[in-house]
């Protein structure tokens, strides 16, 4: 059974940086892409960002994160990260991580191949 499951997550102010973190188990991580999508109050969920499935990974990034957020992968912990600087408060979200259905396939900007997710951790950024 494939599990996710995210960390780092919490109350930081403007202009702060946080590193979320999402640990894997169930599969052969180092076979599929992973992402981080996020959903705010009131809002749906969207996609933040995906690395395919090499250490060196393609990557891709929501225009509203890019330029402070960068996603990587350590295949030999299983693990991919999100790190987020230059904080904003519309930002703050319920973070997601995610993995592709299928190995050797991207995650898209509309969800598309994802094949499960993580449990979600909050960020909360305050003006």
């Known amino acids: 059974q494939v599990q996710l499951v995210e960390s780092g997550g919490g109350l930081v102010q403007a202009g702060d940086s946080l590193r979320l973190s999402c640990t894997t188990s169930?599969?052969?991580?180092?076979?599929?892409?992973m992402g981080w999508f996020r959903q705010a109050p009131g809002k749906e969920r969207e996609f933040v960002s995906s690395?395919?499935?090499?250490?060196?990974?393609?990557?891709l990034y929501a225009d509203s994160v890019k330029g402070r957020f960068t996603i990587s992968r350590d295949n030999a912990k299983n693990t991919v990260y999100l790190q987020m600087n230059s904080l904003k408060p519309e930002d703050t979200a319920v973070y997601y991580c995610?993995?592709?259905?299928?190995?050797?396939?991207?995650?898209?900007?509309?969800?598309?191949?994802?094949?499960?997710w993580g449990q979600g951790i909050q960020v909360t950024v305050s003006s």
């Open positions: 690395i395919n499935w090499s250490d060196t990974g393609t990557t």
């Open positions: 169930g599969l052969t991580f180092r076979l599929y892409a």
């Open positions: 995610a993995v592709a259905e299928i190995i050797g396939t991207m995650i898209g900007p509309e969800a598309g191949g994802v094949g499960s």
